[in-house]
């Protein structure tokens, strides 16, 4: 069993920084996959950005490639998120997620049924 818990989000004025953290207790493995997704009001939760635990790959969204940096820290169990250049459309709760990495990961960590458990949720929100 896993448990991941979030922080740093907050309110930020458009053109901004923020960066988020997400803390894995229990057993975590070479395969495992962390992610980011965010959901806005009314809308479906999407895919931000993940990171393979081993070998550090990464991928992102097209919405925020260039403006959004993940990062993970194998010693800590941790993952981060840099996000600059925030745009009130980046407003959402965002979710850490860890998958097991189970099957053809390169095409399907974009899913939230990839993944085996989610933290609870921050809020970041922009304003204009």
């Known amino acids: 069993q896993v448990q991941l818990v979030e922080s740093g989000g907050g309110l930020v004025q458009a053109g901004g920084s923020l960066r988020l953290s997400c803390a894995a207790s229990g057993r975590t493995f070479s395969s495992d996959v962390m992610g980011w997704f965010r959901q806005a009001p009314g809308k479906e939760r999407e895919f931000v950005a993940a990171i393979r635990w081993s070998g550090g790959r990464t991928y992102y969204a097209d919405s925020v490639k260039g403006r959004f940096t993940i990062s993970r820290d194998n010693a800590k169990n941790t993952e981060s998120l840099q996000m600059n250049s925030l745009k009130p459309e980046d407003t959402a709760v965002y979710y850490c997620?860890?998958?097991?990495?189970?099957?053809?990961?390169?095409?399907?960590?974009?899913?939230?049924?990839?993944?085996?458990?989610w933290g609870q949720g921050t809020q970041v929100t922009v304003s204009s």
């Open positions: 997620a860890l998958g097991r990495g189970r099957g053809p990961i390169s095409t399907t960590l974009y899913a939230t049924t990839f993944y085996d458990y």
